[in-house]
């Protein structure tokens, strides 16, 4: 039988007295499609830094594919197939958008001379960023730092890609453009744990949905049956949600919808390095 290509086996962390993984235990497969909500502060990222191998657990396993990777770093995580994006996009800003996605290729995918520029060239175009190839990172605006984010993430070749808030800050018609470019790269077969709080975003993509809140898992399953659980709306959506509802200032039709983005309360602000 074939391993999962993630487990988590009742992984613990802690910062200080603050338990920002409680025994989580999940598993994806290949080409899943995961959506990840939560409200600020849940210990969404962590969750991305205990599989990408930025933070090590407290107690409890990470696997990939079967192998123990727990104390594994992220560099060596990357090269097994585990790539991520960041929230706040920190490119190298004095070289250019093809140099930053060069280094992910070389570096984080391991590939060399040839083989690193097709990959470095596939990721921009996948990312709709050819045509700002030659342009200083320092230079794009949010929208194309999040894409150079997600190409530099595809261009280190991942079997899993991470996704933490890409779709932030961006206008409706780019959240659009967006969720193609996730849905074109799930497509060639990479499974996608995308953290969002723009939930029309991953309800467009996913094909399950986890809400974390203080370190636990809060509902796990399809994602219209987790946005419509009560413990699922108290935790994310917020107790001036849930009293409006009690409340009858919302019909009940629109209680019945799954959350818009208008609903949800807004992510923390991305910041642009200077
Ligand atoms: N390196 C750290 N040291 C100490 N505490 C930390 C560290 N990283 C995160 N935390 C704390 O852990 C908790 C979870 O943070 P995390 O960034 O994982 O939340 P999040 O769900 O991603 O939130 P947001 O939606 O705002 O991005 C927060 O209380 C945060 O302040
Ligand atoms: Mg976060």
Known sequence: MTSPLLELDHVTKRFGRVVIAEDLSMTVNSGDTVGIVGP??????????LISGDLAPDGGEVRLAG?????????????????????????????????NVLVAAQQGAGLRRRASYVAAAEALDMTGMSGQANLAAERLGLLQRKRLELARAVATKPTLLLLDEVAGGLTDPEVAQLVEIVRGVNAEGTAVIWIEHVVRALTAVVSRLICLAGGKFVGDGMPATVLANPAVREVFLGSEFTAALAGGSLTADAAAEPPTAADVPPSTPDRIEP
């Open 67 to 99: 192998r123990a990777v727990t104390r594994l770093d992220a560099a060596g995580r990357c090269r097994l197939g585990v790539g991520r994006t960041y929230q706040v996009p920190r490119p190298f800003a004095d070289m250019t958008v093809f140099e």
């Open 40 to 49: 600020n502060g849940a210990g969404k990222t962590s969750l991305f830094g």
